[in-house]
């Protein structure tokens, strides 16, 4: 029988998070850094994450406190596709090979993050204490929320406690696939309760909305003085045609609450993150950003879904043989 674990997914990218990953490790006694099979004890997590903005990973890596027994040569690859059940095994063979263990769960340039894995209740308790703020709570499905008139950006994205699998839990999933559209209006029953787009646009000449079947809602600005442009899709051949060309925006289910919509663009941390995770699915039933709003490759996109069963059904619906699953959060 699988064993069971404990698994957080955290937001790399937060601006804290590795002030506050060095204060948990701090407090955790030795801490090993295992680095394309070489072991060291790791007193500096820029180490590992550079000093730049974006993550530097110089070959497959995770660190861990108290190693239980010999870890098998089992490699979670973020460029390769991965089946759910591969993700699960990964999770599993890290929690019974440590005490817990810490591995990059995304990918450098679209939605990178880390997988926290144990099978230890304490320590899974000090980790999200570590990571949470006062508004921070943890819903019964695993989706870590703020309050909606918190300012915060939240750090820590999914969490799920003494499981054996991700299988129908998770929220998230990061993955590449070049026909996306069809599918994602299938699953989510678009016809019935089309899309709404968000297209982040600097204002200027350029601030336009493709031509296409659209009804537009409003437009207005962020505190960057951004054009934020609201548009309905009204068909599935204009949602088709023009997702590849929206790097830049985030589409949301159609019933999103609007108003909370803009109280959440007021935000002022807002415009510093590439990704606010679960914020939009606090007002949305489902948030899909492809590209992750930030690489020109079609390859790399994120969708997240208040309802994990809907995510199952995303996953299992047939597609063509390009669509790569990364990974699930």
């Avoid at 309802?307 to 990974?327: D, V």
Wanted: charged share 15%.
């Amino acid at each position: 029988m699988p064993g069971r674990f404990h698994v957080v997914f955290v937001l790399e990218r937060h601006p804290e998070f590795r002030n506050v990953l060095s204060q948990f490790i701090s407090k955790q006694g030795s801490v090993y850094w295992s680095n394309a099979g070489k072991q060291t004890e790791c007193h500096d997590v820029n180490v590992i994450f550079g000093n730049g903005f974006w993550p530097y990973y110089s070959g497959p890596w995770y660190l861990f406190h108290e190693e239980k027994k010999v870890h098998k040569s089992t490699w979670f690859d973020p460029y390769e596709h991965n089946s759910v059940e591969n993700l699960d095994q990964i999770l599993q063979e890290m929690a019974n090979s440590h005490t817990w263990a810490i591995l990059p769960w995304g990918r450098e340039e679209a939605m990178a993050m880390i997988a926290f894995v144990t099978s230890d209740d304490q320590c899974w308790e000090e980790f999200v204490s570590a990571f949470s703020t006062p508004s921070t709570t943890l819903s019964e499905s695993g989706l870590f929320l703020t309050k909606a008139n918190s300012n915060t950006a939240p750090l820590l994205l999914t969490g799920y406690k003494n499981i054996n699998s991700l299988e129908n839990k998770f929220h998230g999933v990061l993955f590449g696939s070049i026909e996306t559209a069809q599918t994602l209006w299938q699953v989510t029953g678009a016809d019935s309760d089309p899309p709404i787009v968000l297209h982040f646009q600097q204002t200027g000449p350029d601030a336009t909305i493709p031509a296409g079947n659209f009804e537009n809602l409003e437009t207005y600005k962020d505190t960057r003085y951004s054009e934020r442009v609201l548009v309905r899709v009204l068909d599935s051949e204009t949602f088709a045609s023009y997702l590849p060309s929206w790097g830049t925006a985030v589409i949301l289910s159609g019933d999103v609450d609007l108003e909370s919509l803009r109280n959440l663009f007021q935000t002022p941390e807002f415009h510093k993150l590439p990704f606010y995770g679960t914020k939009f699915v606090s007002v949305a039933s489902w948030a899909f950003f492809p590209t992750n709003g930030y690489s020109s490759s079609p390859m790399y996109e994120t969708l997240l879904c208040r309802n994990p069963l809907l995510l199952s059904s995303f996953l299992h619906c047939p597609r063509n043989k390009q669509f790569k699953l990364f990974s699930c959060f």
